[in-house]
């Protein structure tokens, strides 16, 4: 069963400008879009506390806290092998004891550093919406510098903030290039402006894709794989065939805001459900201005037509008003899916009691299951530590598994990493699990993901439904 591609779909439901052309401007329309998210709050947390960032154009550095070593992290730490992501542990507190610092000088590493760079949307129309991705990233390097770094070289990070232009993404990535071993956990939705560079300079990027240019971008490895090819679809098809089987759904919908991301993402879910064999009728697909804030109108309608399953393309906060529409008529559908980025406190807050009852499919491991996932309760430690009173959310996760991929790659590179090699060992990345962070994802071939989880909220809370532990494929 194949599992749905979350990124793009993902960073799609803040309709961004994924769709633009490196350089270009947003659309009236889809600024419209961001400024009815509610206050330009996005699914980020906001910038409060950080002193690592820039809202300009030149980049500030961030050497990552070294502080006491994670309790259990020398005996089941980064890896230390090439591979699937569960090899031989990291000692903790000694760095890696077979490992050295070489002669290498070039881009990012020094005989004491690795730097590594992050280019993420932090202002703009969105504020703070890339931050929760950093944090992620930030805290797992965070464990990795208290166990003494790699080869013994603690790890740097760069954060340059794009202020929301493809423009700025394309000129940060350019600065970057020749001053960082790889980039790691960015998160912005008008990465294309960067796609070209990473790809021309040669540069490492182990961070989340939103866009078509980034996704098909070479030298791109996501911790959220996407197929590039135009009928590939969304990769819904696993889950949908597990609420075929356990929810009996016949009648899906797709709610999206009508702008070019909307439309684009719609009829890929389209092709999903159609292989699915419950394809989506044309009255149940429903494009909304991206300033409306009331969906009575198509909840009362979804009602009408028995709707059991709808997918969105859309930003937290319509679906947050989606569900609260469901709850003013009176009906919810079986599967209130919404999509991936719902995962997080935020939608909890926003939408209340309506959001009781939604179920989303998940590549990523939940941190309300650290008592069985020894990944999440290493993530819900240093991420406390690293980022204390923040948002835990989809991109936060996403974040860590980058920056667990990347020391994986460094690793194994050996005492004399160079971008070259970085990128070498990110091929090879066929199956990786990042210690259980994350179902087997293969990111080197970007191959849609196989496996999943299903998560739902109960008692105002997310809680794991489905298997019991890990992921079904």
């Known amino acids: 069963m194949r599992m749905p591609k979350l990124s793009v779909v993902l960073m799609a439901l803040l309709l961004l400008a994924g769709a633009t052309a490196c350089g270009s401007r947003l659309t009236d329309e889809e600024r419209a879009l961001v400024l009815s998210s509610g206050g330009g709050a996005g699914a980020g947390s906001g910038l409060d506390g950080v002193t690592d960032v820039t809202v300009g154009t030149d980049a500030t ?27 031989p542990a990291a000692p903790a507190g000694g760095g890696d004891d077979a490992c050295r610092p070489g002669s290498a000088t070039g881009p990012g590493v020094t005989p004491t550093e690795i730097t590594v760079g992050n280019v993420s949307q932090l202002s703009g129309l969105v504020p703070g919406f890339g931050q929760t991705g950093i944090n992620g990233a930030k805290a797992y390097l965070n464990m990795v510098n208290s166990q003494g770094g790699v080869c013994g ?49 040669g540069l490492p990027d182990v961070s989340l894709a939103t866009t078509k240019p980034r996704v098909a971008a070479k030298n791109n490895f996501s911790p959220n794989p996407i197929d590039p090819n135009p009928q590939a679809g969304n990769g819904l098809g696993g889950i ?62 979804m009602k009408s037509t028995q709707v059991d399953f709808v997918i969105t393309v859309a930003e937290v906060n319509a679906m947050a008003n989606l569900a609260r529409s469901f709850e003013s008529v009176g009906y919810f559908p079986k599967v209130p899916f919404y999509g991936a980025q719902v995962y997080g406190k935020k939608f909890l807050q926003l939408a209340g009691k309506a959001a009781e009852g939604t179920k989303v499919g998940l590549i990523f491991a939940i941190p309300e299951e650290a ?4 990944a999440m309760a290493r993530f819900n430690e240093w991420y406390a530590r690293t980022a204390p009173g923040q948002d835990v959310d989809f991109f936060a996760l996403v974040g860590w598994v980058a920056a667990d991929m990347f020391v994986h790659a460094l690793r194994s590179a050996g005492p004399d990493p160079t971008q070259a090699k970085i990128i070498a060992e990110l091929s090879k990345m066929t199956s990786y699990d ?34 019991a532990k890990g992921f079904v494929c």
């Open 240 to 301: 949908l065939e597990y609420f075929k089987q356990t929810e009996g759904i016949k009648k899906p919908a797709i709610f999206y805001q009508n702008v070019a991301t909307g439309v684009n993402q719609a009829n890929s879910y389209k092709i999903d459900f159609q292989r699915a064999g419950i394809p989506v009728a044309d009255e149940n697909v429903y494009a909304v201005s991206p300033t409306a804030t009331n969906f009575n109108t198509e909840a009362n309608h």
């Open 153 to 201: 070289r603690t790890i740097k990070m760069v954060v340059a903030d794009d202020r929301f232009q493809s423009a700025t993404n394309r000129s940060e990535t350019e600065k970057m290039a020749d001053k960082v071993l790889a980039l790691v956990g960015s998160v912005s939705v008008v990465d294309d402006g960067g796609a070209p560079v990473i790809d021309a300079k």
């Open 61 to 87: 550095t961030d050497t990552l806290a070294a502080g006491p070593a994670a309790e259990g992290a020398g005996a089941d730490g980064p890896a230390a092998g090439a591979g699937g992501g569960g090899g």
């Open 371 to 374: 008592g069985g996932n020894q």
């Open 434 to 467: 990042a210690h259980g962070a994350v179902a087997s994802i293969n990111p080197a071939q970007k191959k849609s993901v196989g496996c999943y989880h299903v998560i739902a909220v109960e008692g105002g809370k997310w809680v794991k439904k489905h298997p």
